[in-house]
């Protein structure tokens, strides 16, 4: 989000919960309503709650994930948070700050116009490709929206969905982020298809390649168990420690059956496997940070970054058959199941 001048006011009319300028008589009616989907789409994708408005802590977070972290550095969430002021943000940084979606869409459409350079009534197919480009990532991992979401109570507690589940590709990264919202370690299984692999190793993690490690540890015996597990603690401080930020902890399974009971010790420990006994706390007696990262993970909520990402290219039954005695915990894993379908 970018807080430059604004386009000049035009008369808006409200169009699907989006305020958009009065269309002409020329306006394209199919790639109207594809902007109108893709508009949803997107505030879905920051309203993680899927609570009907979006929240101060929802909107860095997704600006984060769509900018990427590297690339969302202190200026630019204090641009964030200008923006979502300025578009009528209500509440408190302590108590909580809400956007309604309404007010969100208003100034969305204002900011489109402005950063897309196009006639927003006149030209809706050169603003569905320039969201396409700009907000492609919002729309690969954005959560459908169930009848009725926004009507629900937003004090309501949330509850972890039934694990296993089974998602398409598109819904994976929303699986994802649910679970981990729950404290839960993350196992995806893809069916024998390596593309979720390939598509999950783009993103920023801390990165363990099993496969790498069976043949390091037991073809080539170019590392012994004492140095799978310093380099594999080294991955999990990293994740932990990240220049300040967390990670994401990805084991990347492949087709092997990885031991990581085996593997599990002092400098590993199997509580790595399960994030409501892995505290800060217990991070920090365990020597993966030092007391000045333990201080800011205090602070704010970055600690929730950190979680442990499993992948597999197993199905459910090979899951169960080749990995349910391999890990510390697997019984409380969220295993997500993703479509073969849903992939091309």
Not at 39 to 56: A, C, L, P, S, T
Not at 136 to 144: M, N
Not at 255 to 274: Q, T
Request: charged share 30%; with cysteine; proline share 5%.
């Amino acid at each position: 989000i970018r807080t430059s001048a604004m386009p000049p006011k035009a008369p808006k009319v409200k169009v699907a919960g989006m305020v958009l300028k009065a269309p002409d008589a020329a306006e394209d009616a199919e790639g109207k309503q594809e902007l109108v989907e893709l508009i949803d789409q997107i505030f879905n994708f920051y309203d993680e709650d899927q609570d009907g408005q979006i929240e101060r802590i929802e909107m860095l977070d997704g600006e984060e994930k769509r900018c990427g972290r590297f690339d969302f550095g202190p200026a630019v969430r204090k641009k964030v948070i200008a923006w979502f002021k300025a578009a009528g943000a209500e509440g408190t940084p302590t108590d909580g700050m809400y956007l309604s979606k309404e007010k969100w869409a208003a100034a969305f459409a204002t900011l489109i116009a402005a950063e897309s350079g196009a006639d927003v009534a006149a030209e809706p197919g050169k603003v569905v490709a320039w969201l396409k480009e700009a907000y492609g990532l919002c729309l690969v991992i954005a959560k459908p929206v169930p009848a009725g979401t926004f009507a629900a109570d937003p004090s309501a507690p949330r509850e972890p969905p039934t694990y296993p589940i089974t998602v398409k590709l598109t819904e994976l990264q929303g699986a994802i982020d649910e679970a981990a919202s729950f404290d839960k370690t993350v196992l995806v299984l893809s069916s024998g298809l390596d593309q979720v692999e390939t598509y999950l190793s783009y993103k920023t993690n801390s990165l363990v390649d099993c496969k790498q490690l069976i043949a390091e540890m037991f073809v080539h015996k170019t590392k012994s168990k004492e140095d799978a597990q310093e380099f594999i603690r080294d991955k999990i401080s990293k994740a932990m420690n990240s220049n300040g930020s967390c990670l994401p902890f990805h084991i990347r399974m492949a087709n092997s059956a990885f031991d990581w009971k085996a593997i599990c010790g002092d400098k590993v420990p199997a509580e790595l496997f399960s994030k409501k006994e892995m505290t800060v706390d217990v991070a920090r007696k365990q020597n993966f940070f030092d007391d000045g990262h333990k201080f800011l993970l205090e602070c704010d909520d970055r600690w929730k970054d950190y979680y442990v990402l499993i992948t597999s290219t197993f199905n459910e039954e090979k899951s169960k058959e080749f990995l349910a005695d391999k890990f510390p915990f697997c019984s409380e894993f969220a295993t997500i199941i993703v479509d073969p379908a849903s992939i091309s």
